[in-house]
Every structure is written in C-alpha cells, then in structure tokens.
C-alpha cells in the first residue's frame, strides 16, 4: 500500500472542465495544480522541432489566385490543391486584408483574454453554433489531452 496516496493534497485537484482560462489559471496561485490532461511543451528539443514543422506550411500567394494573367492564375491554383493534399491546411499571403485590421482584431483578442474569468463567463463556449465563445479546448469534457491556450471564436457575416 502506498502511505503516500492517502496523504490530503496541498493544492484541491483542478479539473479541466472547471477551468475557465489557461491565462489565468497560470497566473494563479494555483498554478502547479494544472491537470495532467493539459498538453504542453517542456523541453526546448521540442520548440525546436514545432519551429521546423512551422517553416514547412505552405504558402498560398492569394494575389496569384485573383491575378488577370493566366500563367500567375495557373500557378497559384496549381499550388492550392497541392497544399491541400500534402498538409490540409497553409498560410495565406497577399489576401488584401489591410494590416491595420488585423492589428485591431489582435488589439481586441488581447483586450478580451485579459478580462477577468468573471467578464468572460458570458462567452464561455456553450456549442459550436454558438457566435462568439471562448475556452481552453475544444470539447473538455470528452477530450483525453487539452492544449494548453485560450481561444476567442467569432463567427461573423463575410461582409
């Protein structure tokens, strides 16, 4: 028998889905009762190799994709499929959304991750057809291992 495991805990045990906030939580005198299920990177070997697989996403050059010259236009739906079928996913370039919007929206999440759990609490994910919700995984109450960040999801009309 192990005499250690009836020993109380110094810190009550967090569970996933009572968190709110990663950002907080860390912040928190709590911090070392994070959930094991929480995924994160310790060791510096694995930055390293998420820094790699990083510079390997494709890059879709929109303005190729919208280009009047027919040879500009082949190239760019050439590489879209590709990308595709090689990753599933890539990072667009050239997409003609002004960096002055993209600095605001990035203001605005900052703003919103740093409001307190209680300000949040209203935006808290309630489903996936939900507009506007945040949280820190995708579904905590059935995911074996969470990533360790927050999210803001907004989903907005496409004007």
Do not use: W
Not at 123 to 129: L, N, R, W, Y
């Amino acid at each position: 028998m192990d005499p250690v495991a009836n020993l109380p805990s110094a810190t009550p045990e967090i569970r996933a889905t009572d968190i709110c906030s990663i950002k907080s939580l860390s912040e928190s005198a709590k911090r070392s009762a994070i959930p094991y299920t929480y995924n994160f990177l310790a060791d510096p070997r694995e930055r390293q190799v998420a820094d790699e697989l990083t510079a390997q996403i494709p890059i879709i050059d929109f303005s190729l994709l919208l280009s009047d010259d027919p040879q500009l236009h082949a190239q760019g739906v050439q590489h879209l499929p590709k990308a595709c079928e090689q990753r599933g996913f890539f990072m667009v370039i050239n997409h003609g959304i002004p960096e002055s919007l993209t600095d605001d929206v990035l203001s605005l999440a900052r703003k919103f991750h740093n409001l307190s759990d209680e300000d949040k609490a209203e935006s808290v994910d309630k489903g996936v057809s939900t507009p506007i919700r945040c949280g820190t995984s995708f579904n905590p109450k059935s995911e074996d291992v969470r990533y360790g960040r927050d999210y803001l999801k907004v989903i907005t009309p496409p004007q």
